[in-house]
């Protein structure tokens, strides 16, 4: 789980300072789907960091897993992150020279787990993905859509508790943007807790819940239609 207490993020320079979020409220359920939206600038990113411990903030608490991180030295903070925390970007960041498995063994490298078990965790993910039969082709030989699903390949290899996605459709046509979709439902079925940043709002719409952020703060839209929904009822209004 995942709970965001009065987080707030000022940025200073030594005549402005910025809020980038401001008074943050948010609790992400343990295998939910959370789709996040909201204009540009309006702290998205800044959120995705603080929740994936990126970056740090400036006031308010926040607990993951029952941790207050804010309690919590940056030697732990790296360590949580690569236990518990996979990350999917806008951009592939494939490593050309190298083909998909070893793309995908990389971030286990660092890690220090042994051969066995780089081996086995690297080959469920590209299975998980779809793509066992290609872990040695090379970037430059994949759709975009593929390379999307090595990236994903790679943070699952990791076995996370949260997978953060930053405009994971971003750079892919509308096809290869619902099949990849398509593929982190089924990730978030399988238990993985998933919040994804995007701005296609009918992408966002597939996912559980959906918030929208504001000048650093949250609106839940799906709050607004219980009220709304509740509202409805109580005035005797037929819902259909």
Do not use: W
């Not at 918030?211 to 509202?231: L, P, R, T």
Request: glycine share 8%; charged share 20%.
């Amino acid at each position: 789980m995942l709970i965001m207490k009065n987080v707030s993020k000022v940025f200073k320079t030594d005549l402005v300072e910025t809020h980038a979020l401001r008074n943050f409220n948010l609790e992400v359920k343990e295998g939910e789907f959370l789709a996040v939206t909201g204009p540009s600038g309006s702290g998205k990113t800044t959120f995705l960091n603080i929740a994936g411990l990126l970056e740090g903030f400036t006031h308010g608490d926040y607990f993951l897993d029952g941790m207050n991180i804010a309690n919590v030295s940056d030697n732990k903070s790296a360590s949580i992150r690569n236990e518990k925390i996979g990350f999917i970007f806008q951009g592939f960041n494939l490593i050309p020279d190298l083909n998909l498995a070893e793309n995908v063994e990389v971030p286990l490298r660092y890690r220090g787990f042994n051969a066995k078990e780089r081996h086995r965790r690297v080959s469920e993910a590209l299975e998980q993905v779809g793509l066992a039969a290609r872990m040695k082709h090379f970037p430059s030989q994949l759709s975009g859509g593929q390379q999307q699903r090595v990236a994903i390949a790679r943070a699952l290899a990791g076995e996370p508790k949260f997978l953060l996605a930053d405009e994971p459709t971003g750079n892919l046509d509308s096809l290869m943007a619902r099949q990849v979709m398509e593929l982190l439902e089924k990730i978030n079925q399988a238990g993985t807790t998933i919040i994804m940043v995007t701005h296609d709002g009918d992408l966002a719409r597939r996912a559980q819940r959906n918030i929208q952020i504001v000048d650093g703060q949250v609106c839940d839209f799906s709050m607004y239609q219980e009220q709304a929904f509740n509202a409805k009822t109580a005035e005797g209004s037929v819902v259909i």
